[in-house]
């Protein structure tokens, strides 16, 4: 009988492992662009913004479009559903599926350094909740910030940056102003260089690029 119990707590701690091996697999979303591949991972502690996104892709939905929003330093941007073979002229900015997703803001463990995948949204005044975008996201690139200008946003923003955060803001590069604001639920794991190649490419008034940058395809990838 003692043996039997220990066999069963054993498959118990077996299939306990397991599960949380499982829980903490990251799914990975190869995005083929006009101007290279640009590989991302989703974090679990972001599920609801992970699921989403997991939907989209397999739904399709972010085929054809573009990357319309595009500063030098700052970030890229795309989801924009209008943006599917939208002419030059046209503005973009605005598209949407009809809905928005819950604000899953995890900070300070998720930070706006170089290569995070983040949720576009609304402003303050008309998103108070910070909701997100059903579709639209950004990868940030932004720019390198010495020890002192970290010091002064920490004055005038009242807050502390982490060890962390302060090293790979200097070394790395980064959005800080946009912290604890906008939910981060990925990170670029391969293609920073074709994020590159697209942030400075030259653009209109409207930040949009004067020639499309086209996703091709958006695919859920093993590895």
């Given at each position: 009988?003692k043996?039997?119990?220990?066999?069963?707590?054993?498959?118990?701690?077996?299939?306990?492992?397991?599960?949380?091996q499982?829980?903490?697999?990251?799914?990975?979303?190869?995005?083929?662009?006009?101007?290279?591949?640009?590989?991302?991972?989703?974090?679990?502690?972001?599920?609801?913004?992970?699921?989403?996104?997991?939907?989209?892709?397999?739904?399709?939905?972010?085929?054809?479009?573009?990357?319309?929003r595009v500063?030098?330093?700052?970030?890229?941007?795309?989801?924009?559903?209008?943006?599917?073979?939208a002419?030059?002229?046209?503005?973009?900015?605005?598209?949407?599926?009809?809905?928005?997703i819950?604000?899953?803001?995890?900070?300070?463990?998720?930070?706006?350094?170089?290569?995070?995948?983040?949720?576009?949204?609304?402003?303050?005044?008309?998103?108070?909740?910070?909701?997100?975008?059903?579709?639209?996201?950004?990868?940030?690139?932004?720019?390198?910030?010495?020890?002192?200008?970290?010091?002064?946003?920490?004055?005038?923003?009242?807050?502390?940056?982490?060890?962390?955060?302060?090293?790979?803001?200097?070394?790395?590069?980064?959005?800080?102003?946009?912290?604890?604001?906008?939910?981060?639920?990925?990170?670029?794991?391969?293609?920073?260089?074709?994020?590159?190649?697209?942030?400075?490419?030259?653009?209109?008034?409207?930040?949009?690029?004067?020639?499309?940058?086209?996703?091709?395809?958006?695919?859920i990838?093993?590895?």
């Amino acid at each position: 009988m003692k043996k039997l119990f220990a066999i069963c707590l054993l498959l118990v701690g077996l299939l306990t492992s397991v599960h949380l091996q499982a829980q903490d697999v990251e799914t990975l979303v190869l995005i083929d662009t006009d101007m290279g591949k640009i590989k991302v991972k989703l974090f679990n502690d972001t599920p609801l913004h992970r699921d989403n996104f997991i939907k989209n892709v397999k739904e399709k939905r972010y085929d054809g479009l573009l990357f319309h929003r595009v500063i030098k330093q700052f970030m890229i941007q795309g989801g924009d559903i209008d943006s599917k073979d939208a002419p030059i002229e046209k503005h973009l900015g605005d598209g949407d599926p009809g809905y928005t997703i819950p604000a899953e803001i995890v900070y300070p463990k998720y930070f706006h350094k170089r290569g995070m995948l983040c949720a576009a949204r609304t402003s303050d005044e008309e998103n108070p909740e910070r909701a997100s975008s059903g579709t639209q996201f950004y990868i940030v690139t932004g720019k390198f910030y010495t020890e002192m200008e970290l010091d002064k946003m920490e004055k005038s923003d009242n807050k502390t940056f982490t060890p962390e955060e302060r090293q790979a803001y200097m070394l790395e590069g980064g959005a800080p102003h946009l912290d604890n604001k906008y939910t981060v639920f990925g990170e670029v794991v391969k293609g920073m260089k074709v994020v590159d190649k697209i942030q400075f490419v030259e653009t209109n008034e409207e930040d949009r690029p004067l020639k499309n940058i086209k996703i091709k395809t958006m695919t859920i990838v093993d590895k």
